[in-house]
Every structure is written in structure tokens, then in C-alpha cells.
């Protein structure tokens, strides 16, 4: 990067968080370090909300699920709007009323504790899983900018973020991420009108999405029925409502967020804002992801973009072979380009045999390019069997990196980072407050002194951290992250869904029936991923079913007593 884009990011990044730190400066209790007094309004609530969400992977990795697999991903939030009036319906009245600080005390005053544990733990697991995928993201930006090992960088991003958590806790968070966002929407929108600039003149912004959809890339409803298929429009609303009603209802990321409102009507407009806002704004950084497609149509993309996995292969002995295979892709690139010349023009003359016939000779070229490419990572994978063959994440990068003008570089990275920056934050911050209350709060330090809490609070933040760098160093395992992290929050969610559906709507289930069920539910949830039965999203629902139908059954069976319900 140029000086200038450094000067851009350095000065983004440390305002922001410099604002954060010294709005928050006065902390002197849990209640302010958890959950900011409880005293912020409505947009904070929802700006803090996105921003917890939209992680340095969705500006990341989502551009680059598009250019690899088309439009179809904005389906997986199709159930987000109704989750969110579900949610406003029934849980935020149930939190605000018994001012709680995590979600789980709830289930301690409905059940028992060991039911609390249980879903308190289950949510430790896999959102400090998912946190530490989330460090993962913008080190793999340091590590292309610096060229560095991404071992440093990881470390380097995690630390950083530690110190930026502990620091000034949920006011710190809340109060950068509005600003976050506000940033983040400016330099996206920006983004976007420079990808379509840089289209040839003649080329315009209906040619690109012709373009796109011409190479299967403009798939927005899929209509079909298949358990195996990840996105459809019945994934997305079925599986996608039980996933975000779960996320937003159950995870303590985000109900950590909404419990910082100032009463039940800030948080309940701050979660419509989101219901709102979010399936729009996936839509638009999927189609920035579209229109980077369509720009490397013009321009020859990288054989492979991740540029780590390419110089490992060009140093060893299979460079040549490499080299070779590096060389037909460009020739079958110029052919490519001829027969996109042909679809354009076809096009312009609205002759529908002619767009026909020249769509079908584009398809071909893009077959023989792909298969090219295929040749590169059999390569790779010759070489080192462990070889990370899904470079989705690096392609929105590369274009940024290569292409856009200077400073608008250093924004760019600025919205990446800012993004990690703001959902790490809250992920720590809702690790620790889940620990502290949840366990150590109620099993281990009983009767403790405030000020002790907040310690106590302050040292889980860390431990967490370093939990969640040590997950970020493996992380690169897992393909493409915007899926890898919501493929891991379905392994938990319908499970956790299903408690919390047991023990605001199935008032006669007690505890030890809906205990078994969980632990029951989760087993068949391992053994269907690994089994590989269905795509992820039905996960939720599957597991949702299994706690609330398995409960009422038991309940049925188990000898009754006496239960203390909410």
C-alpha cells in the first residue's frame, strides 16, 4: 500500500477507537461494563446489532461466495424479518422484565442450573469457535499487505482486540460501531461505483449483470426442494427463521447487544432496524462480489488468488508444471474474451438466436478456464495434501488491493478491519459476560464484591482472547468463512432454540426432561453433519424439533415435580 492508504487506515482505525474508549471512559460496575448501563437508544441498539453481525468476514468472504457461487447466498436471510418479530413479540419483553444480563439466567428461573450451564456452555463452545474464525479474516489482510506469515498477523489482530475489549467494554463497543457502520456503508457504496467504472467503456451495468448471468452467477431464488441443496428459497426461510431467531433470541453476542437498550421499545425498534436493513445490505455486497466477476472477465483474474498457496507451489519442484498450466489459462482467457465480445454485441442487437448461440460458446470458454484452474489446484494439492484449495476469501481482496485507486485502498482495509474490530469485540465481551454470570458469578465467587467482578470480567475477556487466537490459527481449514462460521452456529443453535422455545411456550415440560432432550438432540445434530444428511440450515430446524418434541415425551414418562416457571 502507498503511504497515503496507510495514513487513511491508521487514522480511521485509531479515531474510532480512541472515540470508543473515551465514551466509555467511567466504568466502574459489570451492569456498565456488560451492558452499558442500559441507557442507549434505539439506532445504537441497531447499528451495534449489524455490526456485531456483519464481521470482517461479510465484507471479506461474501464478495467472494459471490464470485464463486453466484447470487444464491442472500436467500440464507429470507427468515431474518420474521425471527425479528418473533423476537420482539416474546423474548426482549421476557429479558427486559427480569433484567437479566445474559440470556441464560432466564433458564435457571424457568428450569434448573444445571439447564442453564448446559446452554450457557453450548453457547461458549461455538461462539468462541466462531470468534476466533472471525480473528481469522482481517489477519488474512495483514498477512497479503505486510507478506508476512499469517501466524504473526493472527496474533497481532487477536491482541489488539483484546486490549481494544477490555479496555472500555460494551460502551466502547457499542459506541464505535455506529460509527463503524456509518464508515463501512460509505466505503462499500463507493466500492461499488468504482467496479463498475472500471468496466470498458462500452460496457454497462445491465451488460454486467447479463454478463453474470449468462456464467450462472445471477441465481437469486432457487424454488426447488432438496435437503442438500444450502440455499433455496425454503433453507432460507425455514432453516434461515429458526437460525437468526436462535442468533438473535439465544446467542449472548447479540442479545448482549439489545439488553443495552433503555427500555423494550429502543431494543424492539433497534432489531426491526436490523430486520430491515441487513437482507438489503447482504444483497449489496453480494452484487459488488457479482461485479467483481464481471470485471475479471475483461481483465485476466489470478489462476489462483490466494497468493500463499501460489508461491508455495511456484517454489517447489512442480514450478514448471505450474508455469505451463499458468500460461493456457491466459491463451484460453484472450479466447474467452473474444466470445464475451460476442455476447455483448449480441445483446446490443436484442437478436434472442444470436445472444443464444454466443452465450453458449461463452459457457464453453468458461468450462475450459475452470477446468484450467482445476489443473492448478490438483497441483497443489499434489504437493502438499493439505494445500487450502478455496481462495473465495482472497478475491474481493486482490481486486482491492490491485485495482482501486490510492487511499481508496487504505478505506477499504480501514471497513475490513473496522468490521473484525467491532464483531470480535462483541463476541469477547459476550464470552466473558457469559462466563462471569452464568458460572463464575453464580457457581464459584457467590456474594463477591462488585468491583471484583469487573476484574473477574476483565481477565475472562483475556483468557477468551487467547481461546480464540489459538481457533483463528486453524481456521484457514475451513474454506470459505462467511459458510464455516454459520455452518458451526448451526451444530449449536436449533438445540439452544429448542430450550428456550421449551421454556417460553411448553409451560408443563420441568427440567430434567428438557435437560436430556438437549443433550439427546445435540448427539443426533453431531451425527447428521458428519453423516453429511441435509445442508446445514435444516440443522436448526432439526434440532429445534428434537429438543421441543423429545422434551414433551419425556415430560410424559419422568415422575413430575415441582418446577419454578417464569
Not at 450451564?117 to 497479503?144: D, E, K
Not at 456503508?185 to 448471468?213: C, E, M, R, T, W
Not at 438489503?280 to 461485479?291: C, K, S, V
Request: a positive charge.
Amino acid at each position: 500500500m502507498s503511504l497515503i492508504d496507510w495514513i487513511v487506515l491508521l487514522l480511521t482505525l485509531l479515531g474510532i477507537a480512541v472515540y470508543g474508549i473515551y465514551k466509555s471512559r467511567g466504568t466502574k460496575n459489570i451492569e456498565g461494563y456488560l451492558l452499558a448501563d442500559r441507557k442507549l437508544p434505539w439506532y445504537h441498539v441497531g447499528f451495534s446489532v449489524m455490526a456485531t453481525q456483519a464481521s470482517a468476514i461479510t465484507f471479506l468472504s461474501a464478495p467472494g461466495q459471490a464470485f464463486s457461487d453466484g447470487m444464491r447466498f442472500v436467500q440464507f436471510y429470507f427468515g431474518l424479518p420474521l425471527a425479528m418479530v418473533v423476537l420482539c413479540i416474546t423474548f426482549i419483553p421476557a429479558f427486559h422484565k427480569l433484567n437479566v444480563y445474559t440470556a441464560y439466567e432466564y433458564l435457571e428461573k424457568r428450569f434448573d442450573l444445571k439447564t442453564r450451564s448446559l446452554t450457557a456452555f453450548l453457547f461458549l463452545l461455538q461462539r468462541g469457535l466462531s470468534t476466533g474464525i472471525t480473528i481469522y479474516a482481517p489477519a488474512i489482510v495483514l498477512s497479503t499487505i505486510l507478506k508476512i506469515d499469517i501466524t504473526y498477523t493472527t496474533v497481532l489482530m487477536g491482541g489488539i482486540v483484546i486490549l481494544y475489549t477490555i479496555s472500555g467494554g460494551t460502551k466502547a463497543v457499542s459506541f464505535t460501531q455506529l460509527f463503524q457502520m456509518a464508515v463501512i456503508f460509505s466505503g462499500l457504496i463507493v466500492a461499488a461505483i468504482l467496479v463498475v467504472y472500471k468496466l470498458p467503456y462500452d460496457v454497462s451495468f445491465s451488460d454486467s449483470l447479463h454478463i453474470a448471468g449468462s456464467l450462472g452467477k445471477m441465481n437469486l431464488i432457487d424454488t426447488t426442494f432438496d435437503w442438500n441443496n444450502r440455499y433455496n428459497i425454503w433453507s432460507g426461510i425455514i432453516g434461515g427463521f429458526f437460525l437468526q431467531l436462535s442468533y438473535f433470541g439465544t446467542d449472548q453476542s447479540q442479545v448482549g447487544r439489545y439488553l443495552t437498550g433503555s427500555s423494550v421499545t429502543q431494543s424492539r425498534l433497534g432489531l426491526i432496524m436490523n430486520g430491515l436493513i441487513k437482507i438489503p445490505m447482504q444483497f449489496f455486497i453480494l452484487m459488488i462480489g457479482i461485479l467483481v466477476f464481471t470485471f475479471y472477465q475483461y481483465h485476466e483474474p489470478p489462476i489462483f488468488f490466494n497468493p500463499v498457496e501460489t508461491n508455495k507451489i511456484e517454489q517447489s519442484e512442480y514450478n514448471n508444471d505450474y508455469q505451463k498450466i499458468k500460461n493456457n489459462y491466459s491463451v484460453l482467457h484472450q479466447e474467452k474474451l473474444a466470445s464475451l465480445n460476442s455476447f455483448v454485441k449480441a445483446l446490443h442487437s436484442d437478436d434472442q438466436v444470436q445472444i443464444a448461440n454466443a452465450k453458449s460458446q461463452l459457457n464453453t470458454a468458461e468450462q475450459k478456464l475452470q477446468a484450467c484452474r482445476k489443473g492448478a489446484t490438483d497441483l497443489m494439492l499434489k504437493h502438499n495434501d493439505k494445500a487450502d484449495v478455496n481462495d473465495s476469501n482472497y478475491v474481493f481482496l486482490t481486486f482491492v488491493m490491485n485495482f482501486l485507486p490510492v487511499g481508496m485502498i487504505g478505506l477499504i482495509i480501514a471497513i475490513i478491519f473496522l468490521a473484525s474490530m467491532g464483531s470480535t469485540a462483541s463476541g469477547l465481551n459476550s464470552l466473558a459476560g457469559t462466563f462471569i454470570v452464568d458460572f463464575y458469578k453464580r457457581i464459584i465467587k457467590k456474594d463477591n464484591q462488585e468491583i471484583n467482578y469487573l476484574k473477574a470480567s476483565r481477565w475472562a475477556t483475556f483468557v477468551w482472547g487467547a481461546f480464540c487466537i489459538i481457533v483463528a490459527l486453524y481456521a484457514s481449514r475451513l474454506g470459505n468463512l462467511i459458510e464455516a462460521v454459520n455452518i458451526l452456529g448451526s451444530l449449536f443453535y436449533g438445540t439452544i432454540l429448542g430450550i428456550f422455545l421449551v421454556a417460553f411456550y411448553v409451560k408443563h415440560v420441568q427440567s430434567q426432561a428438557v435437560f436430556i432432550a438437549a443433550c439427546t438432540a445435540e448427539v443426533f445434530i453431531i451425527i447428521a453433519w458428519q453423516m453429511d444428511l441435509m445442508a446445514f440450515l435444516w440443522l436448526n430446524v432439526l434440532g429445534c424439533i428434537l429438543v421441543v418434541g423429545i422434551a414433551i415425551i419425556l415430560q410424559m414418562i419422568l415422575p413430575q415435580n415441582k418446577n419454578t416457571i417464569a
